[in-house]
């Protein structure tokens, strides 16, 4: 049981360039999120998705898509990187409410953009 | 922005002391989660409140919450070096979204 898989673990970009980040569950999880991480900020929510087909924006969405195109996967694409996107990228995911809180993360993507 | 802010932002203690760090958040919340993450890897969680809970215990951890102070508290007892990692207290309103603090950086010496 992997849990949350995230690839790549590192990566790094030129300004402009596009990307995609990969995030795979294998525990049937309807919830899924996408967090970035910098210094002295904590986790912050880029976007997140309550199922298949469906996804919201979160706290801090510009310069980002996401699509949930199966149950399993969830992915985070920079269209345009720029350097404020430098940072730790974090996926999560989780049961529905009612039937479990708890989040279950992956090991994060260090990406930097220069 | 941040729903939970901790404090404080960053504890040294010795080996075998208690360890206390706070977080307060700003709107009405279902539950309150705290997490843990050591260096360079993800979160782990920890221990979740609801909010019609005032206390709870797991294991060296101790957790309260005062709703009318939108406030909670994290202890852990006995501390040990193997504790040395970052704290993030996480909340939840409506079902869908968790948001975190900046986290308090605790440093256990041995």
């Known amino acids: 049981n992997a849990g949350v898989t995230q690839t790549p673990k590192f990566r790094v970009l030129k300004t402009g360039q596009s990307m995609t980040l990969l995030c795979a569950q294998d525990?049937?999880?309807?919830?899924m999120y996408w967090y970035r991480q910098d210094p002295g900020m904590g986790l912050r929510l880029i976007h997140y998705?309550?199922?298949?087909?469906?996804?919201a924006k979160g706290e801090v969405p510009d310069g980002y898509n996401v699509s949930r195109l199966k149950k399993q996967n969830f992915l985070l694409g920079l269209e345009s990187a720029a350097p404020s996107q430098t940072s730790v990228y974090f996926c999560?995911?989780?049961?529905?409410?009612?039937?479990?809180?708890?989040?279950?993360f992956g090991s994060g993507t260090q990406l930097s953009v220069l | 922005s941040q729903q939970g802010e901790e404090d404080p932002q960053a504890l040294s203690i010795q080996e075998g002391e208690n360890a206390t760090m706070n977080c307060s958040y700003k709107t009405s919340i279902n539950n309150l989660q705290w997490y843990r993450q050591n260096s360079g890897r993800g979160l782990v969680h920890l221990i979740l409140?609801?909010?019609?809970?005032r206390e709870k215990h797991s294991g060296r951890l101790r957790v309260t919450l005062d709703t009318s102070k939108k406030s909670s508290s994290l202890l852990i007892t006995a501390s040990r070096a193997a504790d040395t990692a970052s704290y993030f207290c996480a909340t939840s309103r409506g079902g869908f979204k968790t948001i975190f603090g900046a986290g308090t950086r605790l440093f256990v010496k041995a």
């Open positions: 409140i609801r909010s019609n809970e």
């Open positions: 525990m049937n999880h309807e919830y």
């Open positions: 998705s309550v199922g298949e087909g469906t996804t």
């Open positions: 999560a995911s989780k049961r529905p409410r009612g039937v479990g809180e708890k989040l279950f």
